[in-house]
């Protein structure tokens, strides 16, 4: 019914709602009622318009679906992957930002329709004014605000508040949701932002009860048919702060080689399938680490308690020991379920200096630096192999936002990362590996995370790029691969070019997400690929430990297209959360960054061009802050946006600016609710 909708609205453009019943003619009540299922479904998926009148085909000439951005009181920007529309505001509308909207292209620009708002809550500060509370919200929605049940609170002083909208009129209806408390105290702002964009924080009664159930050692019971590690050296090796560690080392030198062991924490065996906790999990999808706090999957209790591979006490894991010889190839591996006793919690910050020679760090790791040095050979040799087999290395950058006691920044800095890290990270790489191989050869229902190659037009930019800096290249777009894009990043040797183009390569990538199907990881060069490692705060990994031990550890009677099935619904479910949670880490990160900089409005930064648009160009400064140039108020002339080479051309004098660029600014403005900071080009004087 759908198809033949399609086909006709294809070759009419338009029709009537009686002519289309002409054309499908529904001959029982039952058609009939197909055929309008049929015409919502199409609405909803945004294939066709229904002004109750006529129905329209929305295809890129007159119609065009997108996301709605507030920018003024009189416009809103409208943009999808393919196109950008600035939009007078609709009276009869109110349109806020990540609405999904649809406009009509011709013959001007129009709002015609929502089909769903993006903003359902937002955050403010009730003030009293002459024992009168009124609501500000932090955001200009440019429009008035109306609480309905500011009545049920009693406020004495600014109190920051989350409000849900009940009614989008004019003016805006909301409900006070969530009493935060003063709003410059620690935390709240942060509070705020999470709770406004829905983030689960609370976990109910009914997990509290269910976590309680669950003990607090490792019982003699649940050893049976588990390897016994206990009396292997063991060690965990994660962040200085880090709470919950979900995976340990322990490694032999031997007649072959390397015997690596990496032992992952056993969650599936207390977080059982369908249970509260396990749904709780499943709605979060992964922990959110925003810069004062951690939004965990799974209560603390678990995490931080008897998932958690603390020291000195036992743990039950699932192991997977793998054979690497003296070039770091694999030759064997072999995943089992296992108890193990971790004997030293390390830090990459003390196993860094323990590498460098560092004689007190030797002296307090004098246990475990045979293990520690024996880890840094074998690494040395998987990330051989990693670049070898073309995997690319983007060298991001990770900002570190340091706070005082009240939350405030005082300083944003590169989070420095040292070859403990990198160590770790190569370990539980081969074991991702190992496991996603022996899921897929054996034919087990597993979900793999997926990189799939990138859009040739994306490549595309790269060379762009490449030929605006005068970079020499040698890939083609249409046929590149990991390796390829490696080496050419490997070959720029300024600094400068290298971050752009490395950024530039990066933005050209797909996502990664997951998939019930193996399609492998284009930016490893990998063929096979899964997340087994962190099951504490992926639930991606949960599900591989409980196939693992459905259909290898223990053969439980299940039916593989059935898991198979579910496993493509829960990629999806769990591949949007991830996108969200990296959403809310920027966002926060954007705002303390604005946060930061609001003390230094006048002051004059350095930085590099990273994104070049018509309406200016972004400047980003050596410790991760960014901000905007708008175009406006460049000087003595008018520029022109070369959308080809990403590249904004003076009329008059022929300034260029460009990615990579290195320039120096002004900060002129700071919105830190919308986390946007603005500076201005300080022009250099030629002086005679």
Request: hydrophobic letters at 35%.
């Amino acid at each position: 019914m759908k198809e033949k909708i399609i086909q006709y609205l294809e070759e009419k453009k338009e029709c009537k709602i009686r002519d289309l019943e002409k054309i499908v003619r529904p001959k029982s009540s039952k058609e009939f009622t197909e055929m309008v299922k049929s015409l919502n479904e199409l609405e909803d998926e945004k294939l066709i318009y229904n002004d109750h009148t006529s129905l329209y085909l929305i295809d890129d000439i007159h119609f065009m679906a997108g996301s709605a951005k507030d920018i003024s009181r009189y416009e809103i920007a409208v943009f999808n992957e393919n196109n950008k529309v600035y939009v007078p505001k609709n009276k009869k509308m109110k349109i806020f930002d990540k609405d999904e909207v649809l406009v009509r292209l011709k013959p001007e620009p129009s709002l015609i329709k929502v089909f769903n708002h993006g903003l359902t809550n937002i955050t403010g500060v009730m003030i009293v004014k002459k024992k009168k509370a009124f609501f500000y919200s932090d955001l200009d929605l440019h429009c008035s605000i109306r609480v309905v049940n500011e009545k049920e609170f009693s406020f004495k002083k600014r109190t920051k508040v989350v409000c849900q909208i009940v009614k989008y009129t004019d003016p805006l209806e909301v409900r006070i949701i969530q009493v935060l408390g003063h709003p410059d105290d620690a935390g709240v702002d942060i509070s705020a932002m999470l709770t406004s964009n829905q983030v689960r924080q609370v976990f109910n009664g009914k997990i509290v009860k269910e976590c309680k159930r669950i003990p607090t050692k490792v019982q003699k019971d649940e050893l049976e048919n588990r390897k016994d590690l206990r009396n292997l050296l063991t060690v965990t090796i994660d962040g200085d702060d880090a709470k919950d560690f979900d995976d340990a080392i322990s490694i032999v030198k031997n007649e072959k080689g390397y015997l690596l062991y990496v032992h992952i924490a056993d969650v599936s065996h207390y977080v059982k399938e369908n249970s509260a906790l396990d749904q709780e999990a499943y709605l979060r999808g992964n922990s959110i680490y925003v810069c004062d706090r951690v939004v965990p999957m799974l209560p603390f209790d678990l995490s931080n308690g008897i998932c958690s591979l603390n020291p000195n006490v036992d743990r039950l894991t699932i192991t997977c020991a793998m054979q690497v010889d003296e070039r770091g190839n694999l030759l064997t591996y072999n995943v089992f379920p296992s108890v193990i006793h971790s004997d030293k919690r390390c830090t990459y910050k003390k196993v860094n200096a323990c590498l460098a020679g560092d004689e007190t760090i030797l002296e307090e790791y004098s246990e475990v630096k045979g293990l520690l040095f024996t880890l840094e050979s074998l690494a040395k040799l998987l990330k051989k192999q990693s670049h070898n087999r073309g995997c690319i290395d983007f060298n991001t950058k990770e900002a570190k936002i340091i706070m005082d006691k009240n939350g405030y920044p005082v300083d944003v800095t590169v989070l420095e990362r040292g070859f403990a890290e990198q160590m770790i990270e190569e370990c539980m790489i081969l074991t991702n590996v190992c496991v996603a191989h022996h899921m897929h050869v054996n034919k087990i229902p597993s979900m793999y995370r997926v990189h799939e190659n990138p859009d040739p037009k994306k490549v595309a930019t790269i060379c762009t790029v490449a030929n605006s800096l005068r970079i020499p290249f040698d890939f083609y777009p249409d046929e590149v691969n990991a390796s390829q894009i490696q080496k050419f990043l490997e070959s720029i040797q300024d600094e400068n070019a290298y971050e752009v183009l490395s950024m530039v390569a990066l933005r050209s990538m797909q996502k990664a997400r997951y998939d019930a199907h193996c399609l492998g990881h284009f930016g490893l060069a990998l063929e096979e690929y899964c997340h087994f490692t962190s099951p504490i705060r992926r639930y991606s990994d949960l599900v591989v430990h409980r196939m693992l031990h459905a259909y290898c550890f223990h053969e439980q009677k299940r039916t593989p297209s059935n898991d198979e099935k579910k496993i493509e619904k829960q990629a999806f479910h769990i591949s949007e959360k991830e996108r969200d949670a990296i959403m809310m880490e920027r966002m926060v990160n954007d705002y303390k960054k604005a946060q930061f900089m609001e003390k230094r409005i006048g002051q004059v930064f350095e930085g590099t061009i990273v994104g070049v648009m018509s309406f200016g160009f972004f400047v980003e400064m050596d410790n991760t802050v960014e901000g905007l140039v708008p175009v406006h108020t460049l000087s003595n002339d008018f520029y022109d946006y070369d959308e080809d080479t990403m590249t904004l051309k003076g009329q008059t004098h022929g300034k260029v600016f460009q990615m990579g660029m290195r320039v120096r600014v002004v900060c002129t403005d700071v919105q830190r609710e919308k986390g946007q900071v603005t500076f201005s080009l300080l022009e250099r004087r030629n002086h005679d």
